[in-house]
């Protein structure tokens, strides 16, 4: 699968006092554009300190075609590290588990907070929640680690707007 990037417009209004949007990318398949990412933190986290346990980070996925719960997963496999000790992969499993099938303007979030742990929530239900040390960095690397799904949408998720 190859993406490109391209603005998204704030157009949700999904800002609160909590969370800032500081930049947003479309994923394209072939010619066809498949989702609309926008990431939130705090503005005073630098993008090089974005996967730490210490820091909290919202990344939203809004639909823009239907996505089967196995193409989110064979996606998400394809770039998560081949070897993760047995705590981190039984959450993955557990994540991949609670995956549901998207139509067009479905959005997922993937959210952390240092006190609440990464939770994965569906149109505002969360499907999943994991407090296991380290899971963050592992399954927001799908987007953003160093074996991203694309590497356009991560340079453009990585350059903060504010």
Not at 104 to 112: A, H, R, W
Not at 130 to 143: E, I, L, N, P, Q
């Given at each position: 699968m190859s993406f490109s990037t391209a603005a998204v417009s704030n157009d949700k209004g999904v800002e609160d006092e909590n969370w800032t949007q500081v930049s947003s990318g479309t994923a394209t398949w072939m010619f066809f554009d498949v989702y609309n990412a926008r990431l939130f933190a705090n503005k005073s986290v630098l993008p090089q300190d974005f996967l730490s346990d210490a820091e909290p980070l919202k990344l939203e996925l809004c639909y823009l075609?239907?996505?089967?719960?196995?193409?989110?997963?064979?996606?998400?496999?394809?770039?998560?590290?081949?070897?993760?000790?047995?705590?981190l992969q039984n959450e993955v499993n557990r994540l991949h588990?609670?995956?549901?099938?998207?139509?067009?303007?479905?959005?997922?979030?993937?959210?952390?907070?240092?006190?609440?742990?990464?939770?994965?929530?569906?149109?505002?239900?969360?499907?999943?929640?994991?407090?296991?040390?380290?899971?963050?960095?592992?399954?927001?690397?799908?987007?953003?680690?160093?074996?991203?799904?694309?590497?356009?949408?991560?340079?453009?998720?990585?350059?903060?707007?504010?």
């Open positions: 075609k239907a996505i089967s719960t196995d193409i989110f997963i064979e996606g998400a496999n394809k770039v998560l590290p081949k070897t993760l000790t047995t705590t588990q609670s995956y549901q099938s998207v139509e067009p303007d479905d959005c997922y979030v993937l959210e952390y907070a240092p006190q609440t742990g990464t939770q994965l929530k569906l149109n505002n239900q969360t499907v999943f929640s994991s407090h296991v040390d380290g899971f963050k960095a592992v399954y927001f690397g799908v987007w953003l680690g160093e074996n991203p799904l694309s590497e356009s949408l991560k340079s453009s998720l990585l350059v903060p707007a504010y």
